[in-house]
């Protein structure tokens, strides 16, 4: 009979998919009415862990690992660091001339979209600039002795002036 180890080194990590030669004494022992907590004791693994493995073979009928879910991703690792070594070098390319690049560099045939959410995933978002109002030149001439008579003006003066303004 094997003891329980407290050591943290001798555990398993999280990330790791436990062996069949481990997942089969787990079901032996729940079919052989033992409890979760005796398994976990006698074959030193978490409790987490031999609960996991019993409700996965109760529902699938088998411990072993499962493809994963979900479409395969598109782009791989390398067209990623071309993408944005692309967008790096001149922001303003559209998402469909990214897309015509990438068809030529790499051979990755891309969506548009799919360039954009790439981006998006990568922190890259494209915005449209503020909209501000066009100074005439006939403005910029009244605006311009005003500014020269009160460059030299403290804030408290500049205060006092919005202010008064408010208050009229």
Avoid: Y
């Amino acid at each position: 009979m094997q003891t329980a180890s407290t050591n943290i080194g001798e555990r398993m990590g999280r990330s790791q998919e436990l062996s069949d030669s481990k997942s089969g004494p787990v079901i032996g022992g729940h079919l052989g009415n033992k409890s979760i907590r005796d398994i976990s004791w006698l074959l030193n693994i978490p409790r987490s862990t031999v609960s996991g493995i019993i409700t996965k073979w109760k529902q699938l009928g088998t411990t072993a690992t499962q493809p994963p879910s979900g479409r395969p991703r598109h782009m791989t690792g390398r067209g990623q660091r071309m993408l944005k070594r692309t967008v790096r070098r001149s922001h303003q390319l559209s998402a469909e001339s990214i897309a015509k690049d990438l068809q030529t560099w790499c051979g990755l045939q891309m969506s548009p979209t799919t360039v954009r959410r790439e981006l998006h995933g990568m922190g890259f978002h494209g915005r449209a600039a503020a909209s501000k109002p066009s100074i005439t030149k006939c403005n910029a001439k009244r605006r311009m002795p005003w500014c020269k008579a009160h460059r030299h003006w403290t804030l408290e003066q500049h205060q006092r002036e919005h202010c008064a303004k408010c208050k009229v």
